[in-house]
Nanobody, 123 residues
Framework: QVQLVESGGGLVQAGGSLRLSCAASGRTFSIATMAWFRQVPGQEREFVAA????????YYADSVKGRFTISRDNARIKAYLQMTGLKKEDTTDYYC????????????????WGQGTQVTVSS
C-alpha cells in the first residue's frame, strides 16, 4: 500500500502563486508516476499534471500549461505542484495520485489517492 498526504493549499488572490506538496509513504518503490488532479464537488475528477519517474515525460492539462509546474524529489517520495498565475477557475480541491504504471492523464491508472487539499483563488 501507498499513502499520500497533500499539503500547501490555501487562499490566494488571483494572479498569485501556491505550491502544493504530496508526501508518499509505504511501498513507494512501486510508484512510477505521480500526478495532480482536481475536483469540483459534483463533477468528475479532472487531470492537472503528471510526472513519470520511469517513463520520462511530464503531462499537463491545457488549462494549466504554462502556469503550473509539476516536480518531484529524486527519492520519489514527494511530488510538488507549483501554481502561478492563479485564476478564480482554479478554485477547487486538489488531489495527489500515484500509479504503478505510466499513469499520464488517465485517472483509471492511478491506484492511490491522497485526501485532498483545498485551493481558493479570490478576485
Amino acid at each position: 500500500q501507498v499513502q499520500l498526504v497533500e499539503s500547501g493549499g490555501g487562499l490566494v488572490q488571483a494572479g498569485g502563486s501556491l505550491r502544493l506538496s504530496c508526501a508518499a509513504s509505504g511501498r513507494t518503490f512501486s510508484i512510477a508516476t505521480m500526478a495532480w488532479f482536481r475536483q469540483v464537488p459534483g463533477q468528475e475528477r479532472e487531470f492537472v499534471a503528471a510526472s513519470s519517474w520511469r517513463y520520462g515525460p511530464t503531462y499537463y492539462a491545457d488549462s494549466v500549461k504554462g502556469r503550473f509546474t509539476i516536480s518531484r524529489d529524486n527519492a520519489r517520495i514527494k511530488a510538488y505542484l507549483q501554481m502561478t498565475g492563479l485564476k478564480k477557475e482554479d478554485t477547487t480541491d486538489y488531489y495527489c495520485g500515484a500509479s504503478a504504471s505510466n499513469g499520464s492523464s488517465a485517472i483509471a491508472r492511478y491506484d492511490y489517492w491522497g485526501q485532498g487539499t483545498q485551493v481558493t483563488v479570490s478576485s
